[in-house]
Structure formats: structure tokens, C-alpha cells
């Protein structure tokens, strides 16, 4: 067994240098003739496929019922730097991808939207994609030093934020959301010294806020986790009028769980930050 697949609908799984099969309920599993492997549920019920062929260069999604009949062919020919964007938001059961125009794209499976263009954004080549907490999509170039910044949209296609690239040499690079989309922080660790700011950049800002080193007695951390406490730290969450009024302590906001960054094709994979 090479993947395995586990949702509501049913359960997918693809055989190590093999076929992938699809089972829906309690029924007996059945084996898919397209090449590939099961990549997520989405909230429509439905499965969405990569399409990829052993030996060939080129990659392609597609949508299954839990029965295994093909629904819709979502893109094809796809080279592997722009199949490494996707991503699998599976707190809103969306999948999201690039196509070879630039086209930004989610699907819910059964409902399929175009949210933006990377190149109208002023974005070339092709952008690392990845989604925060509370669905805000964010776009920036991977070449060196982020020399265009980096773009972040609301999950409809509006701007957030638009960012300018760091002055100096930067090494990492890391974000985080706010609950409710009120704040963005993102991290920037320089060349030499391994030094991190983290910064705090509100909806239709170019600039961030530098946060200092020790907001409210909370250490800055250099991970996704450590960044949204520091999001919450410095930027709580509203609390509702009449709320936690009989001495309950108000919910805890962990971090997003995310899916795997490693995806079985090769010769690329994918890392996808909070």
C-alpha cells in the first residue's frame, strides 16, 4: 500500500507502483483506470485526483464520485513547479491549484472558480501558494530574497495585502492569521547572524509592525505554531459582549492543522507553511 485516503464519502488508496481504488460505504473497493494517486475529499463528497502517468513530466487533476465515476477534468499537462502549488485546505474542504496561465483556482469538488490571475498581480514566474487560518490565500515569488513580495487575498479573490520584498537578505520566511483575518504576521530571519522580525501587517497595508522580542512576556518562535501565539498575543480575538461572564476561560486558538508536506510524485514535492 503506497496511500491511503480516508473520508466520509468513503476511502481511497493506491497501490505502491500500482492502481488506486475507491470504495464508497461499506461496499467492496474498485479498481480506477486513470493513472494517479487519490489526493483529498472535498466538501461536496467528492474526490479530487492527481493525474500522473509513471515516467511522464506532466501532472493533471481530476474530480471522482465515491463510486469512481470521472465528474470533471480540471487541468492537464501540468509541468511538477506548478503541481507543487496545491494545496489541500481541509478545515474548509477546498482544494486549491495553479494552472500552467497562472490561473489561481479552487474547487469544492463540485463548484469550480478562477480567484485570480498570479501574472495580472504582477507576479511572474511561478508563485508559491499556500493558505492561512481563516482562508486568506497568500502568493509570493521563490526566487531569490522574495524580489517581488509577496500578495496576500482574501478567499474570493480580493486583496488583502500587498507586501513589498525585504531590503535586506533574508533566509526564512514564515506566516500566520489572526482570528477573524484582523492581522497577518509574518516572520523574516536575515542573512548573516540568523536574527528573525516578526511583523504585523493589517487588511490594505504595504508595511508591517514590527513586533519587539518579548510581546507581552511571550518568546518569538520561528514556526507556524509559535507565530499565531504571537498573533494572539499581541492581537487578541474580540470576545463577544456577555461572553465568559461566570468565570470561564475563554477557547483556546491553536494553530491550523495542515495536511502533509510531502507528496508522493516525484521529482518534486511540496511544503506548505501555516
Not at 154 to 175: K, M, N, S, T
Not at 181 to 195: D, M
Request: proline content about 11%; charged content about 20%; overall charge positive.
Amino acid at each position: 500500500m503506497d496511500w491511503i485516503l480516508a473520508g466520509r464519502p468513503g476511502i481511497a488508496f493506491k497501490v505502491h507502483l500500482g492502481p488506486w481504488f475507491i470504495a464508497s460505504g461499506r461496499g467492496p473497493e474498485h479498481r480506477v483506470a486513470a493513472a494517479g494517486w487519490p489526493e483529498m475529499w472535498t466538501r461536496s463528497g467528492n474526490l479530487v485526483v492527481v493525474l500522473h502517468r509513471p515516467g511522464s513530466r506532466s501532472f493533471g487533476y481530476a474530480v471522482y464520485s465515491p463510486s469512481g465515476t470521472r465528474l470533471a477534468t480540471l487541468a492537464t499537462g501540468l509541468k511538477v513547479s506548478v503541481a507543487d502549488q496545491r494545496v489541500d485546505d481541509l478545515g474548509a474542504g477546498m482544494f486549491w491549484y495553479l494552472t500552467a496561465g497562472g490561473d489561481l483556482v479552487r474547487t469544492d469538488g463540485a463548484t469550480t472558480a478562477v480567484i485570480a490571475n498570479t501574472r495580472a498581480l504582477g507576479l511572474t514566474g511561478i508563485p508559491e501558494v499556500s493558505v492561512l487560518r481563516g482562508g486568506l490565500v497568500q502568493l509570493f515569488s521563490v526566487s531569490t530574497n522574495w524580489p517581488q513580495g509577496q500578495i496576500i487575498l482574501y478567499p474570493d479573490g480580493q486583496l488583502y495585502a500587498r507586501i513589498p520584498p525585504p531590503r535586506r537578505q533574508v533566509a526564512a520566511f514564515g506566516e500566520s492569521a489572526s482570528p477573524g483575518r484582523r492581522v497577518v504576521a509574518y516572520i523574516l530571519t536575515r542573512e548573516p547572524g540568523n536574527r528573525a522580525t516578526i511583523l504585523l501587517v493589517r487588511p490594505g497595508r504595504r508595511t508591517g509592525r514590527r513586533v519587539p522580542d518579548r510581546p507581552r512576556g511571550l518568546a518569538l518562535r520561528c514556526s507556524p505554531a509559535g507565530l499565531a501565539r504571537v498573533v494572539a498575543a499581541v492581537h487578541p480575538p474580540r470576545r463577544p459582549c456577555g461572553a465568559y461572564r461566570h468565570g470561564g476561560q475563554p477557547p483556546d486558538h491553536p494553530a491550523p492543522v495542515h495536511p502533509p508536506g510531502q507528496r508522493p510524485y516525484g521529482p518534486g514535492s511540496r511544503h506548505l507553511l501555516a
